[in-house]
């Protein structure tokens, strides 16, 4: 928490996909409270910096974990599992308050900081420099999920600043498999347990709680961007699942040569 900036429920807007809840909001209240309090730390680091004159000379990352601790967050190939921050700051060559809104990935940053310490790797590097053009065309970005602690799952996604689609390789596994972590660091999760056996859940709510997931799910994240309605079986979009769904394969096989579900 912080005491010197409380953030009021009254002004958390949460995703449909949770309950509308005091206790969800209190939730998520404190994850914005916290990144307040990293965000002030971060400050100090790159107050340092400049007053020991080092500042133009050090390129700075920061990026959050991948996902928020929330259901269908960390763990996950939605959106809220997948899309983090990435802060640069590199007094002298890169201009402040700019927004970057390219398709980027995690790995571009150790290509970016290769390139700027004049480092050529020994090996191709699937990242690419964010501090020149090389994202601008960039299509489409990729993401995957295997075992998780003790929970065992498989999913692959591919990502287009319009679409995506989820391949879950084991969808005869519920979403919501038992894991130690989350049913001890989650309180909205332990709310949707409570709803769902209730059967008090509404359906964007309830989808999360099957008991089994479909094999493919497809969104358009322009109109639907929390990832609510599943096109995947809708006849209007078949031509378009299959060119993502052979980027996707192709990416498995080519690139990560990925041995699919694993014991």
């Known amino acids: 928490r912080d005491p010197e900036n409380p953030i009021s429920i009254d002004k958390v807007q949460l995703p449909p996909y949770y309950p509308q809840s005091d206790l ?27 007053d020991e004159g080092l500042a133009e000379n050090t ?7 991948n996902g928020r601790c929330m259901p269908r967050g960390k763990q996950f190939l939605y959106d809220g599992g997948i899309q983090v921050p990435i802060l640069v700051s590199w007094p002298g060559k890169i201009k402040a308050g700019q927004v970057n809104d390219n398709m980027v990935t995690t790995i571009d940053i150790s290509k970016t900081i290769l390139d700027a310490a004049g480092i050529t790797p020994p090996h191709p590097l699937q990242g690419k ?35 995506k689609l989820i391949h879950n390789l084991m969808p005869e596994r519920a979403y919501c498999q038992f894991n130690r972590y989350k ?38 994240m322009i109109n639907d961007p929390y990832e609510i309605n599943n096109l995947a079986d809708n006849s209007d979009y078949k031509k378009l699942k299959a060119e993502l769904l052979k980027e996707l394969n192709n990416w498995r096989e080519n690139v990560i040569k990925d041995k699919g579900v694993t014991a």
């Open 183 to 220: 049913e001890t660091s989650y309180p909205v999760l332990a709310e949707l347990n409570v709803l769902n056996m209730k059967g008090e859940l509404p359906p964007e709510q309830a989808a999360f709680m099957a008991a089994t997931k479909p094999e493919f799910e497809l969104y358009d």
């Open 24 to 50: 969800a909001k209190r939730d998520w209240a404190n994850g914005l409270e916290s990144a307040q309090l990293v965000d002030k730390q971060i400050g100090e680091v790159l107050q340092r910096l400049a």
């Open 59 to 65: 390129l700075v990352f920061i990026i959050g974990d």
């Open 129 to 163: 420099n964010l501090l020149d053009e090389s994202t601008n065309n960039r299509k489409y970005i990729f993401a995957a999920r295997d075992k998780m602690d003790e929970t065992h799952d498989a999913m692959r996604a591919i990502r287009s600043k319009e679409f």
